[in-house]
T-cell receptor
Framework: KQEVTQIPAALSVPEGENLVLNCSFT??????LQWFRQDPGKGLTSLLL?????REQTSGRLNASLDKSSGRSTLYIAASQPGDSATYLC???????????FGKGTTLSVSS | GAGVSQSPSNKVTEKGKDVELRCDPI?????LYWYRQSLGQGLEFLIY????????KSGLPSDRFSAERTGGSVSTLTIQRTQQEDSAVYLC????????????????FGAGTRLSVL
């Protein structure tokens, strides 16, 4: 059974720091991997999607990498801002493409 | 509407009552998904629809849970004889047909329905 783990569970940093969020998964047979952002009381916003054949994706200050063979992904956030404060969720899509399996998230707090 | 719409946004019910949660996916999206987010737990997959059929129901936790989709659009998740452990945020997502040019299998999420069972 696929399991997704995110470390750390919570992270507090001062504004301007670069930071890395980690995600690991137990079964490398995935369709893709997505990073989401969740704000309190809100739905999920997709940040980056990496297809299983890809190694990384970039969007603005965000960069996500995927090492499928080792079952790992990282989300790199450059020059963090208070507006980045949220919970970041990693999810892998099963090979059938029918279900996302989520980690429990990393709650990020960026102080000004 | 522009995004996935879920109603109600909040629902409080008494133990033993039945509840229905509604999801309006993005127009033209053929795939629809239900997830549950319990306090302290991660998001758990419940069911996947392609059109009006549900080829993957593997996440439904018990036979008290059921879902249907009509007209390839609106979906209803029904929980019968609710229990306190059913209290959670129920999220719906949809995604466009897989033959479309945009990145495949991106799921667009609604804001969720917060269910509280007293």
């Amino acid at each position: 059974k696929q399991e997704v783990t995110q470390i750390p569970a919570a992270l507090s940093v001062p504004e301007g720091e670069n930071l890395v969020l980690n995600c690991s998964f137990t079964d490398s047979a995935i369709y893709n991997l997505q990073w989401f952002r969740q704000d309190p009381g809100k739905g999920l916003t997709s940040l980056l999607l990496i297809q299983s054949s890809q190694r990384e994706q970039t969007s603005g200050r965000l960069n996500a990498s995927l090492d499928k063979s080792s079952g790992r992904s990282t989300l790199y956030i450059a020059a963090s801002q208070p507006g980045d404060s949220a919970t970041y969720l990693c999810a892998v899509l099963n090979q059938a493409g029918t279900a996302l399996i989520f980690g429990k998230g990393t709650t990020l707090s960026v102080s000004s | 509407g522009a995004g996935v719409s879920q109603s109600p946004s909040n629902k409080v019910t008494e133990k033993g009552k039945d509840v229905e949660l509604r999801c309006d996916p993005i127009s033209g999206h053929t795939a629809l998904y239900w997830y549950r987010q319990s306090l302290g737990q991660g998001l758990e997959f419940l069911i996947y629809f392609q059109g009006n059929s549900a080829p993957d129901k593997s996440g439904l936790p018990s036979d008290r849970f059921s879902a249907e989709r009509t007209g390839g659009s609106v979906s209803t998740l029904t929980i019968q004889r609710t229990q306190q452990e059913d209290s959670a945020v129920y999220l719906c997502a949809s995604s466009p047909p897989t033959h479309t040019a945009i990145a495949k299998n991106i799921q667009y999420f609604g804001a969720g329905t917060r269910l509280s069972v007293l």
